[in-house]
């Protein structure tokens, strides 16, 4: 599939882009850590301190309302971006983590038991692994996890074996942040529910690159970060399904979750709010929108037909160099190059890149079962993002010949 | 040498390079020379974790004399932990505890002392000075 981009515009909207590092212009291929952010993501956060910076459903002025109007504007997008059916379905979380940590907190509390089974899956980044890890230790419940293969992708017939009345949660990412691959959780969540359980989807590498729809999932729970998504750190969002939401209990307390406080008892409020509580992060909330609006703009299709581009050029290009081996091989993945190199160690590989001005992710990342699974305490991640370029590759490529060259 | 002469020395044979390559090089040949930890000491309790890659310190006592070695498995942090060692070890346990350790701040290579997650060599500079205040308080004590 072909993309209709033009990308010397696309990086003309990232500033950030004209940094020197090092005395080298920089080439930031870390976009599975946080992804860079457009002008006008900028711009919609200054300009909401600048003009209408206020605390949100309380005030009756002019600012109040006009931030509160914003704020639930984005909730809205939010809503449209993963095709949710009601908009009270979307919970704003300080990001992926948070939001993984509100259902094992909340539904898992209220509704696992001792002797029920959770299922992850040996991909899973820490903050899928250890919430449901606190969760098993507190209630009896056992932790199951599906095995992998070779290339990276999940083993879905022993994934079927683990499956079985007693499972009552499945808890599994998306896309790996550390393999790039693509799981078939369509498949995952209708067999989960076949036996009655319900599923939480981490989201967080996944919503830059791929179309997501929570009804054609039939997920229970999907969580998201913004900041990978060229929007602003510090938010993401928990969907879930409202049903499913109204039968759990509040997950922190404070202002905004209540309806009516007395020291006898508190009644709370209703979705969203309920799980709300305290001011929000409204700025960066307000300047998401704006972080989708662009996406939208380029079409994801678009972006992950050029990331695919990229991905194949960089995957041909690194073949060159003798002792690289990439980790995670998968059928289906995103823009996601992990490797290691023969005897020469991560750290080293990205602090002499660091040195050219090329910005990659090394060490375990967060995942080391994983890097367990493979034999191996880390690898060196280039991971690309729509401003990425062929010509960026090629500095890659002639930065590890460098790298090989130093550490001979 | 003092614990500064030692350092003053360092900050000199880097003003030699005119460039990152000829800079990193030299800590890779360092890190290549550096001898390795016996195996016996590589322990988990003389591990220091960073994200990245591990560090190993051990210390022990000769002569009144506070004593390093210490190891990595990444090249480069190698160098930078040579370095360290070279600096502190074979000092009084008064002189590493009160020592201001300058050098790599001087030399440009700060960061990798403020990156405590990704390498443990501020973990490992503040262990090595732990250790001098340990040794302090127990020649007092005792």
Aim: hydrophobic share 40%.
């Amino acid at each position: 599939m072909s993309h209709n981009l033009n990308i010397a515009s696309i990086r003309g909207d990232f500033p950030i882009l004209n940094e020197v590092v090092n005395g080298k212009q920089l080439v930031y291929f870390d976009n599975a850590a946080t992804t860079q952010k457009p002008r006008l993501v900028l711009d919609a956060l200054a300009g909401y301190y600048e003009h209408y910076n206020a605390n949100i459903h309380r005030g009756i002025h002019h600012l109040a309302e006009k931030a509160t109007s914003a704020f639930e504007q984005s909730r809205k997008r939010l809503q449209a971006f993963l095709n949710a059916a009601h908009s009270e379905e979307i919970i704003f979380t300080y990001g992926t983590t948070d939001g993984i940590n509100l259902v094992a907190s909340s539904y898992g509390r209220k509704f696992l038991k001792e002797g029920d089974e959770v299922i992850i899956s040996t991909m899973e980044h820490h903050s899928n692994i250890v919430p449901w890890q606190m969760l098993c230790e507190e209630k009896g419940c056992i932790l199951k996890v599906i095995p992998i293969n070779d290339q990276g992708e999940l083993l879905m017939d022993e994934y079927e074996k683990l499956l079985t009345e007693k499972t009552k949660f499945v808890s599994v990412v998306h896309v790996s942040n550390a393999l790039g691959t693509i799981n078939p959780i369509k498949e995952i969540i209708a067999k989960a529910h076949a036996v009655g359980a319900k599923v939480l989807i981490d989201g967080a590498q996944a919503s830059s690159h791929i179309e997501i729809d929570v009804q054609e999932l039939d997920c229970d729970f999907y969580s998201l970060s913004l900041h990978k998504i060229y929007g602003p750190t510090g938010m993401g969002i928990l969907y879930g399904k409202r049903d499913l939401l109204n039968a759990m209990p509040p997950y922190r307390g404070g202002g905004e979750m209540i309806k009516e406080v007395t020291f006898a008892k508190t009644t709370y409020n209703e979705l969203p709010y309920k799980f709300e509580a305290g001011t929000p992060n409204i700025a960066d909330v307000v300047a998401a929108k704006f972080a989708l609006d662009y996406v939208d703009a380029l079409g994801k299709a678009n972006i992950a037909a050029y990331e695919n581009e990229l991905l194949a050029y960089a995957t041909g290009a690194v073949k060159e160099i003798e002792g690289l081996r990439i980790i995670g091989q998968a059928k289906e993945k995103v823009s996601v190059l992990s490797f290691v190199i023969d005897g020469i160690h991560h750290q080293d590989i990205g602090v002499l890149l660091d040195q050219q001005g090329i910005a990659v992710r090394t060490g375990h990342h967060c995942t080391q079962p994983l890097m367990n699974r493979f034999n191996i305490t880390g690898t060196s991640r280039a991971s690309f993002a729509v401003y990425n370029t062929i010509e960026e590759i090629d500095k890659l490529v002639q930065g590890l010949h460098k790298v090989k060259r130093m550490l001979r | 040498m003092t614990i500064n002469e030692t350092q003053d020395e360092l900050i000199s044979d880097f003003e030699l390079f005119d460039d990152w390559e000829s800079k990193y090089e030299f800590i890779i040949d360092l890190g290549k020379q550096f001898p390795p930890l016996e195996e016996q000491y590589k322990t988990e309790d003389n591990i220091i974790k960073g994200c990245q890659s591990r560090v190993w310190l051990n210390a022990y006592m000769e002569e009144g004399l506070l004593k390093f070695e210490a190891d990595s498995d990444a090249i480069i942090v190698r160098g930078l932990v040579s370095m360290l060692v070279k600096v502190l070890s074979g000092h009084t346990p008064e002189e590493i505890a009160k020592a201001d350790v300058y050098f790599m701040e001087r030399v440009g290579l700060h960061q990798h002392l403020a990156q405590t997650r990704s390498n443990g060599l501020a973990a490992m500079l503040k262990q090595m000075k732990a250790y001098g205040f340990a040794y302090q308080a127990k020649s007092v004590n005792a």
